[in-house]
C-alpha cells in the first residue's frame, strides 16, 4: 500500500464564516481562487454531497489534469470534503475545507479556514524523492489560493458598498 501524505495550511480571513463558504461551497468560482485550477469544465452549483465537479488543473510546471472532484461531506460553514481522480501525480486524493470563527474576533468578523489535502503518490521508493518537492509546490499553491481568496472577499465587499 503506498504512503499516504497530507498538505495543511490554516489562515485568517477577514470576513464571517458565511460569506467564506458561500465563495468555497461555489464549485463554479474555483477557477477565480484556486491557484491550480485553470477552469471548471463542469459543476453544480453549490457543493452537496454525492455531486461531482470537474477541473482543469496544473500542479507541477505545465502538466495539466482533468480532475474530477466527488463532495463527500458537506456540513455548511463547518466542513467539506471531496475525493479527486485524475490529479497528477496524486493518487487517492482528498481535499478538504474547516470553517472556524477566529478567537480573536468574538463578533464573527474573521474566519479561521483550514484547507488541506490527503493523497498518495504511489511511485514506489522514487515517491519519497518527489514528495518533498511536492509538498513546498503542493503549499506554494495553498498559500495562493488564500491570497485570492482574500483578494476576491475583499473585491466582492467593495462591489457591494459601492
Known amino acids: 500500500m503506498p504512503a499516504s501524505y497530507e498538505v495543511e495550511i490554516t489562515a485568517s480571513i477577514n470576513a464571517p464564516v458565511t460569506q467564506v463558504w458561500d465563495i468555497i461551497s461555489d ?6 481562487w484556486v491557484g491550480i485550477v485553470d ?9 452537496r454531497k454525492g455531486q461531482s465537479y470537474t477541473e482543469i488543473t496544473r500542479i507541477m ?17 463547518s466542513w467539506r470534503l471531496d475525493s479527486g ?6 493518487k487517492d486524493a482528498f481535499t478538504y475545507f474547516k470553517f472556524d470563527e477566529s478567537p480573536t474576533a468574538p463578533d464573527g468578523s474573521v474566519t479561521l479556514l483550514t484547507y488541506g489535502l490527503r493523497y498518495s ?3 514506489g521508493p522514487i515517491e519519497k524523492l518527489i514528495q518533498p518537492a511536492l509538498s513546498r509546490i503542493l503549499k506554494a499553491g495553498f498559500r495562493t489560493s488564500i491570497r485570492n481568496l482574500r ?6 465587499r467593495r462591489r457591494v458598498a459601492a
Not at 464549485?27 to 477565480?32: K, P, S
Not at 477552469?39 to 453549490?46: A, Q, S
Not at 481522480?85 to 496524486?90: E, T
Request: net charge positive; glycine share 10%.
Open 121 to 123: 503518490i504511489g511511485w
Open 85 to 90: 481522480a485524475g490529479l497528477a501525480p496524486l
Open 61 to 77: 510546471g505545465p502538466m495539466r489534469s482533468h480532475v474530477t472532484w466527488t463532495v463527500r461531506e458537506a456540513y455548511p460553514q
Open 27 to 32: 464549485t463554479g468560482r474555483y477557477a477565480e
Open 151 to 156: 483578494r476576491l472577499i475583499h473585491n466582492e
Open 39 to 47: 477552469r471548471v469544465t463542469d459543476h453544480h452549483g453549490i457543493a
